[in-house]
């Protein structure tokens, strides 16, 4: 399959590889720029005729190309997250089974389920970046990132844990995800 299918399935970092590659520089992740950079489809329940069955959303392989579908009805932070979601499942080559329409993810191992949730609050509520913009709260991370609070408040409970020299802890990549968005945290200080 020549896709962005298992791109990132044996790197460290996957999430700030790619809004480096991306060349990601402000909040809230523009989650579709990302997707159209790996040429992964984007479609409404409605317009794509999938049936998603009460999940949020899904991801469907046409012809060997990525469409992630999703619930037209999700607000906004739901559906970036639900988006995110599948992105990570797809980049991370989580295993596929074969549908009657196209193939998707066989989600019956709960660890890819939990992969893919923490890939999708890592690719858009990035630590270095949080910490620059000092956010702390639940209620500032959520708005600033867009993403549902209850994301936010894992990502706040997170930051509280790391104290307050966090920034010299960070690896060289985190570093480099930080100075990408060094002019939007900047433009935001004061
Ligand atoms: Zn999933």
Redesign the pocket.
């Known amino acids: 399959m020549d896709t962005v299918y298992g791109k990132y399935e044996n790197s460290k970092n996957p999430t700030e590889r790619i809004l480096i590659e991306c060349n990601v520089k402000s909040l809230p992740v523009d989650i579709f720029l990302i997707a159209n950079k790996y040429e992964i489809n984007i479609m409404r329940n409605k317009d794509a005729g999938a049936i998603l069955g009460g999940k949020l959303g899904a991801t469907l392989f046409c012809n060997g190309k990525p469409i992630i579908v999703y619930d037209d009805k999700l607000d906004t932070e739901t559906k970036l997250i639900t988006i995110a ?2 992105v990570g ?1 797809i980049v991370l080559g989580h295993p596929l089974k074969d549908g009657m329409l196209a193939r998707t ?1 066989s ?1 019956t191992d709960p660890r890819i ?1 939990k992969a ?1 949730n923490i890939f999708a609050q890592r690719l858009l509520a990035p630590f270095p970046v949080l910490l620059g913009l000092g956010l702390r709260t639940a209620e500032e991370i959520a708005s600033t990132c867009s993403i549902p609070i209850d994301i936010a408040r894992d990502r706040a409970k997170k930051i509280e844990s790391y104290g307050k020299n966090s920034y010299i802890q960070f690896s060289p990549i985190e570093k480099n995800v930080y100075e990408q968005f060094r002019g939007f945290v900047e433009s935001r200080a004061g």
Do not use: K
Request: no cysteine.
């Open positions: 979601h599948e499942h993810f989600l389920e893919a």
